[in-house]
């Protein structure tokens, strides 16, 4: 038999590559981000009236906030409601008109329709409601008449961020983080008048409701908020402090 000669095994060699090459398909494009796509960067979309916020399309991303997604939006709001506007840039304006409470949804047309996102807006009046927003807790509570800080026997265990939403729902705990945990979540009832406010906590399950009397300092910038009663680590008679970022 006539030996091969490295021309056949050149032959072989480039006859298993085309194989391999058929039965591995080129890999499609990851769209793990498009697929999981949202319009942020907060949920629900709150915003004051009279002012303005840029939205954009967005994926959640391990351990952090959202980040944005690299793809072209069309955006609008529909059906239209008067005073809230959206334009191409992805920035809603709310006009000082706009009554508090007054909903809207936007829509984001992603990647020439290969997603459709909305979300809902909605416009507020601080004067109506003044605990909307984030809040970040001090280490320190207030105690006693004389409203001197002292720090508490322990850590504060009620979460470093507290969110206090328009629907109204409020949001205890650390905003990001998959280890970090939420610490309470609910809804709450507020008398801004008689500076009194309800947490109705749905989450854990079983927290009786907690009581507080509240009042605002610093131009609004800071909350201290009274619990009426001694619940586990909270003491009665003692304020915390919160503090917009």
Not at 21 to 34: G, H, S, T
């Amino acid at each position: 038999m006539k030996p091969k000669g490295p021309g056949s095994k050149a032959k072989v060699l480039c006859w298993f590559v085309i194989m391999v090459a058929a039965a591995c398909p080129a890999q499609k494009k990851d769209n793990w981000a498009l697929n999981n796509a949202q319009i942020g960067p907060d949920s629900p979309i709150e915003i004051a009236v009279g002012s303005s916020l840029v939205v954009q399309v967005m994926y959640p991303v391990p351990d952090g906030p959202l980040f944005p997604l690299k793809e072209a939006v069309v955006w609008s709001i529909a059906p239209l409601v008067e005073g809230i506007t959206i334009d191409a840039a992805g920035k809603i304006t709310v006009a000082a008109k706009v009554k508090h409470g007054t909903t809207a949804t936007v829509h984001a047309d992603v990647a020439g329709g290969r997603r459709k996102l909305q979300a809902t807006i909605y416009a507020f009046q601080r004067n109506e409601n003044p605990l909307v927003g984030r809040w970040s807790i001090d280490s320190n509570i207030v105690c006693g008449e004389a409203n001197k800080p002292k720090l508490p026997g322990k850590p504060v265990a009620l979460g470093p961020t507290w969110i206090f939403h328009v629907e109204p729902k409020f949001f205890v705990g650390r905003e990001y983080g998959i280890a970090a945990g939420l610490r309470l979540a609910g809804r709450y009832e507020f008398d801004a008048k008689a500076g009194t406010l309800k947490l109705i906590t749905d989450f854990p399950k079983n927290i009786p409701d907690i009581n507080w009397t509240f009042v605002f300092a610093d131009a609004g910038k800071t909350l201290y908020l009274r619990p009426v009663e001694t619940i586990g680590d909270l003491q009665a008679g003692c304020s915390y402090v919160l503090r917009r970022p």
